[in-house]
Every structure is written in structure tokens, then in C-alpha cells.
């Protein structure tokens, strides 16, 4: 009997290890193909899509920057997801992110609000021998601290244009808030006090306006409210934003591309911003806030919730509806007539496909000087 089981163990002992090999290299593999996937290594690169109008324009900017038909591509390990881009740009930044040096302006509103944005003068001298200003607002929550506009900032000054960048009221940590009033979603009267002054500060100098997500609707809408906002203005770029908010509250609920989960944590970071400012926004007798308000605001896990129950007070509105549609740029952008660059990512997390329809028609139909550009991966925000 001993004998036999001896023999059964030298049997057995030889395939021990190649079973071992073989449950090693599926482990591998799986881990790779899971590697793969989530990164998106296999999607393919390609040049952006462009929709615009066939324009003496259109075809000199495509002639002269060849960034708009080139392919991207993106760096090897991290580019192609834009869930982890976006991950690691806005927890660590950018790897030795640029510092510029502005000076601070406020500007008082009418309605007791105080009004910020940081100025930063040009570096070089422009190629063009002209006074240019760059009218910044960037996007949801965010002001001229945040790393992207930094960079962004330091890049343009190097080629001689001037920065004014809004700092959205109520974003800064170390500003109060004079009124019981916060940024919305497209409430542009701070927008449009900061390229007053501009102007008037500058009678000389000519404006490009450039708004980031949230602040390229704010920007778009700007433009379109009023004709005379247009004057000086040499052009208008647009950054992944959303175009309708009524539109786009109904994608946010869906868990494609973790959607759901982004409105989560935008909803979290609008609460700590709303809450730094309890004292303000709830506690003046013009306020027009209740305590119910704050109740609902601590168990709001979506943006809609917050801007059902807070956002939209603001400014008087009887309904999210009406809120959304009041401060969408898709009623107001048919209304400019300066060059107008609207550029998305086509496989960005946050602003469905669906909505890419509204910047593409927009582009076929008319006969403006406007460019829609698409890539496949998303910007850094």
C-alpha cells in the first residue's frame, strides 16, 4: 500500500508545478486584458472631426494650424482613458505646475456682491505687435489657482497676450462672499464686469474670449445676450462644454462612462463650497434661503438636487426647468457673429454624445465663421 502511494505522489509531483505555471500566466493575462480595457489602449488615434463651413477663414486657420487636423496622440500609459486623466489631474496636477504672478481686482455689483478676477500682463511681446487680452472664465467651482488655467495662463503670457481670469464668486477659499449670492451655472454678471473694466482700462487692447466647461457656457452666453458684448471681440473658444443643462441633467443620472458617479462627487464639491459660505448664504435678511434649504442641500447626492433646491433661488427662478433653460448658452449662441471655436471630446465622461449634436448643426447651418472640433480623448480640465 505504501508502495503504491509513493508512486501515486511521483506521478502527481511532476504536473504540480506545470498546473501552477499555467493558473500563473491566466492571472497575468487577465490582469493585462483588464489593464487593456480600462486604459483603453486599443482605441484607436485619430486627426479631430471637424464641422465648419467652408470660409476663406475656416480654410486659412486649418492651413495655419495644423494642430486642428493632425492626429493626436496621446501619452502611451494614461491618455486614452479619460477617467484616469482626468483622476490624476485633478488630484496631483500638473508635474511642476507654472506659478504666473497677477494682481488681484475687485469689483463691486450692484446687488452687494464683490466680484474677483486676477490680471496678468504679457511676458513678450505678441507677433502681431497688437495688445491682446485674454478674458478667461474657467470651469465649475474653479478660479485662477486651479492648476489648468495656471498653465494655461503661463503658456499664453509667454506669447504676449494679456490674462484676466474670473474667479467664480464663491470659488476662492479665502474670499467671502458679500451678498447671499454664488456663481450659477450661467449667470454671466461677473463675467461681463471683469471685460468691462478690461475695456475701460485698456481702450486699446482687443479681447479673445475663452471659457473652459461651465465657463465656455457662461462665455457663449455672454457673447450672445447682446450685440454690443461682441465689440473688440476678435474671437470666441469654447472648451468641452455641455451647450444645454436641460438637456444634459438627464444623462447625468446614467451609468455609462461612471456619469453617475462624476455627478456625485461634483454634487459633494458643491456642497463644501455652498457650505463654506453657510454664514452668508443663509444667515443675511436678504437672503432667500430657509432652513429647509440646508436640510436638503446635507442629503443632496446629485447636482440637480442642489440646483433644485439652492442654485436656482439665486437668481428668483420658479422651477429647475425654467433655472436650466434660463442659463443654457444653446438659446443665445445662434446670436454671434464673431469667429467661434467650439471644441469637444468625443469620448469625454461627462458631456454625452447626444449633446454634440448641438455644437455639429449649429456648425452645418450657419454661416458664421464657426469651427466645432472633436477629439477622442479629453482635455485636461
Not at 23 to 42: D, F
Not at 124 to 150: A, F, W
Not at 173 to 182: A, G, V
Not at 284 to 300: F, K, Q, R
Request: proline share 6%; glycine share 6%; aromatic share 8%.
Amino acid at each position: 500500500m505504501s508502495a503504491q502511494v509513493e508512486a501515486d505522489v511521483r506521478t502527481i509531483s511532476p504536473e504540480m508545478p506545470a498546473m501552477f505555471d499555467g493558473m500563473k500566466l491566466a492571472a497575468v493575462a487577465t490582469v493585462l486584458y483588464v489593464i487593456v480595457r480600462s486604459l483603453n489602449l486599443k482605441c484607436p488615434t485619430a486627426a479631430p472631426d471637424i464641422t465648419c463651413q467652408d470660409t476663406p477663414l475656416n480654410r486659412y486657420l486649418l492651413k495655419s494650424c495644423p494642430i486642428l487636423t493632425k492626429e493626436y496622440i496621446p501619452p502611451l500609459l494614461w491618455g486614452k482613458s479619460g477617467h484616469l486623466q482626468t483622476a490624476l489631474y485633478g488630484k496631483m496636477g500638473r508635474v511642476k505646475s507654472p506659478k504666473p504672478c497677477g494682481l488681484r481686482k475687485y469689483l463691486p455689483m450692484p446687488d452687494g456682491a464683490t466680484a474677483t478676477f486676477d490680471l496678468f500682463e504679457p511676458q513678450s511681446i505678441h507677433s502681431t505687435g497688437d495688445d491682446i487680452t485674454m478674458v478667461i472664465c474657467p470651469g465649475i467651482g474653479n478660479h485662477s489657482e486651479k492648476h489648468y488655467i495656471r498653465t494655461f495662463v503661463d503658456y499664453s503670457q509667454k506669447q504676449g497676450y494679456r490674462c484676466a481670469v474670473l474667479n467664480h464668486l464663491g470659488a476662492l477659499p479665502n474670499i467671502e462672499l458679500t451678498s447671499p449670492r454664488m456663481f450659477t451655472y450661467g449667470c454671466t454678471w461677473e463675467f461681463s464686469a471683469m471685460v468691462g473694466y478690461i475695456k475701460r482700462t485698456f481702450p486699446q487692447t482687443q479681447l479673445i474670449v475663452v471659457g473652459f466647461s461651465l465657463g465656455g457656457n457662461i462665455a457663449c452666453k455672454y457673447l450672445g445676450e447682446n450685440p454690443a458684448n461682441q465689440e473688440r471681440v476678435l474671437c470666441c473658444v469654447s472648451i468641452c462644454q455641455g451647450y444645454s443643462a436641460l438637456r444634459a441633467q438627464e444623462t447625468f443620472l446614467q451609468w455609462d462612462q461612471c456619469r453617475r458617479l462624476y455627478n456625485f462627487l461634483m454634487a459633494d464639491n458643491m456642497k463644501k463650497i455652498i457650505l463654506s459660505h453657510r454664514a452668508s448664504l443663509f444667515g443675511m435678511s436678504s437672503s432667500n434661503m430657509e432652513a429647509a434649504d440646508l436640510s436638503h442641500l446635507y442629503t443632496a447626492t446629485s447636482l440637480m438636487q442642489i440646483d433644485d433646491n439652492i442654485m436656482r433661488k439665486f437668481h428668483g427662478h420658479n422651477s429647475l426647468k425654467e433655472y436650466y433653460e434660463k442659463e443654457s448658452c444653446v438659446h443665445y449662441i445662434h446670436n454671434i457673429s464673431v469667429p467661434l471655436l467650439l471644441m469637444n471630446s468625443s469620448d469625454d465622461p461627462l458631456v454625452h454624445q447626444s449633446l454634440l449634436t448641438i455644437p455639429r448643426t449649429l456648425a452645418a447651418d450657419s454661416f458664421k465663421q464657426l469651427i466645432h472640433s472633436e477629439t477622442r480623448q479629453v482635455p485636461p480640465r
